[in-house]
Nanobody, 121 residues
Framework: QVQLVQSGGGSVQPGGSLRLSCTAS????????MAWFRQAPGKEREGVAH???????RYINTVQGRFTISTDTSANTLYLQMDSLKPEDTGIYYC???????????????WGQGTQVNVSS
């Protein structure tokens, strides 16, 4: 059993930055895929970035070059650095983990509690 606890998020103007954190207990290890998802109002949950499971970091096209996913195993923490934020990045962001390879579907075993990100002027 892996518990994921999120922190970060909040409100920011377009062009601003936020960093999300997701602390895992215990840290599941490199054989797991760690991912970030988001859900905008009225839309389905979508994968944003993932890392691990034997693969390098991947991003959806709409955040490529603006978001960075990373891990700090000494802190048992997954991060999502979000720069050049746009209003369409608004939504609830979730971290997630699953054993094995990464993929963009939502069939992850463990989920964080979600954190709100609002981008508006």
């Amino acid at each position: 059993q892996v518990q994921l606890v999120q922190s970060g998020g909040g409100s920011v103007q377009p062009g601003g930055s936020l960093r999300l954190s997701c602390t895992a207990s215990p840290w599941p290890g490199s054989s797991y895929c760690m991912a970030w998802f988001r859900q905008a109002p009225g839309k389905e949950r979508e994968g944003v970035a993932h890392i691990g499971g034997g693969a390098e970091a991947r991003y959806i096209n709409t955040v490529q070059g603006r978001f960075t996913i990373s891990t700090d195993t000494s802190a048992n923490t997954l991060y999502l650095q979000m720069d050049s934020l746009k209003p369409e990045d608004t939504g609830i962001y979730y971290c997630a983990a699953r054993p094995g390879y990464c993929y963009w579907g939502t069939q992850y075993v463990y989920w964080g509690q979600g954190t709100q990100v609002n981008v508006s002027s």
